[in-house]
């Protein structure tokens, strides 16, 4: 057989198995969408998203939680932001010492391979036992903090770097100092990799259970923010693992997870849009 003809025999048949990979991920991904929406959908109610759930009164409710996931996402974004983006500023725009950078990086991609639950563990220590928080969105949210740290710190890192150093030396050209140059040149040409790492950072915390059970608690009452810092309180992934494992309530489960689905899809396309319109 010729060599050109095995040539294109060879990469028809890779071609092939991309495609056949391609099509499983795909079909993987909408059977379990389309799984959980059918056993979820049937079970979602007005009642159920606004209710609250009540052993005297014998009813479920998941709006405690919605409410929860939102406060935590707001404690945590609120503090992982500064800091993430403030350390990749520095990195990439400051530091002067290749060997120290190159070991927080390192240290950063070793923190996003450990275990959540390793994470929960020490936020218990840390947030609800020594620094005497207790159980709750406070503590919850600070040890999402050092989850998605480094998430936060490598994207923007990398957006950084992206942005042409034609840019950086223009802009110091004309006058600007440091510091003006990061602000109005280099931060907002970046904004899309930013933008990205807040998604993947949100993606996360909506997702997360492991680590707050130990530090957010179990809590299924609806309280104001500033009570639920310190007092336990459940989001949608907890509520979730709380009514499937010890309440038996599989279909009440399956519904939590529809919401899930829509949220996390609500928050991507807000994402992007507020990406894309910083951007302009």
Same mark, same amino acid.
């Given at each position: 057989?010729?060599?050109?003809?095995? =040539?294109?025999?060879?990469?028809?048949?890779?071609?092939?198995?991309?495609?056949?990979?391609?099509?499983?991920?795909?079909?993987?991904?909408?059977?379990?969408?389309?799984?959980?929406?059918?056993?979820?959908?049937?079970?979602?109610?007005?009642?159920?998203?606004?209710?609250?759930?009540?052993?005297?009164?014998?009813?479920?409710?998941?709006?405690?939680?919605?409410?929860?996931?939102?406060?935590?996402?707001?404690?945590?974004?609120?503090?992982?932001?500064?800091?993430?983006?403030?350390?990749?500023?520095?990195?990439?725009?400051?530091?002067?010492?290749?060997?120290?950078?190159?070991?927080?990086?390192?240290?950063?991609?070793?923190?996003?391979?450990?275990?959540?639950?390793?994470?929960?563990?020490?936020?218990?220590?840390?947030?609800?036992?020594?620094?005497?928080?207790?159980?709750?969105?406070?503590?919850?949210?600070?040890?999402?903090?050092?989850?998605?740290?480094?998430?936060?710190?490598?994207?923007?890192?990398?957006?950084?770097?992206?942005?042409?150093?034609?840019?950086?030396?223009?802009?110091?050209?004309?006058?600007?100092?440091?510091?003006?140059?990061?602000?109005?040149?280099?931060?907002?040409?970046?904004?899309?990799?930013?933008?990205?790492?807040?998604?993947?950072?949100?993606?996360?915390?909506?997702?997360?259970?492991?680590?707050?059970?130990?530090?957010?608690?179990?809590?299924?009452?609806?309280?104001?923010?500033?009570?639920?810092?310190?007092?336990?309180?459940?989001?949608?992934?907890?509520?979730?693992?709380?009514?499937?494992?010890?309440?038996?309530?599989?279909?009440?489960?399956?519904?939590?997870?529809?919401?899930?689905?829509?949220?996390?899809?609500?928050?991507?396309?807000?994402?992007?849009?507020?990406?894309? =319109?910083?951007?302009?």
């Amino acid at each position: 057989m010729p060599f050109s003809a095995k =040539r294109k025999l060879w990469n028809g048949g890779v071609r092939s198995l991309v495609y056949l990979a391609s099509g499983l991920t795909v079909g993987l991904l909408l059977f379990l969408i389309g799984y959980i929406l059918y056993r979820g959908i049937p079970y979602l109610s007005w009642k159920l998203l606004t209710g609250e759930t009540s052993y005297i009164k014998d009813t479920i409710g998941i709006l405690p939680n919605i409410v929860n996931t939102l406060y935590i996402i707001v404690v945590a974004m609120a503090v992982v932001l500064p800091l993430g983006v403030g350390a990749a500023v520095y990195l990439t725009e400051y530091a002067k010492s290749k060997r120290a950078v190159a070991l927080i990086e390192f240290a950063a991609e070793t923190l996003t391979g450990i275990p959540s639950i390793i994470f929960g563990l020490a936020g218990m220590l840390l947030f609800t036992q020594l620094c005497g928080f207790g159980a709750g969105i406070l503590a919850g949210g600070l040890t999402l903090v050092m989850m998605i740290l480094p998430t936060i710190v490598r994207t923007t890192q990398e957006s950084l770097k992206t942005v042409p150093q034609s840019y950086r030396e223009g802009a110091l050209a004309l006058g600007a100092g440091k510091w003006r140059m990061v602000r109005t040149v280099v931060l907002p040409n970046a904004i899309d990799g930013i933008v990205t790492g807040c998604i993947l950072a949100i993606g996360r915390i909506v997702g997360e259970s492991a680590a707050l059970l130990f530090t957010a608690g179990f809590g299924l009452k609806l309280q104001g923010f500033s009570k639920a810092l310190h007092a336990s309180s459940a989001t949608l992934t907890v509520a979730l693992y709380v009514y499937a494992s010890e309440q038996g309530q599989i279909d009440t489960a399956f519904a939590i997870a529809v919401i899930l689905l829509a949220l996390t899809l609500l928050i991507n396309f807000a994402s992007a849009y507020a990406g894309r =319109r910083l951007k302009r």
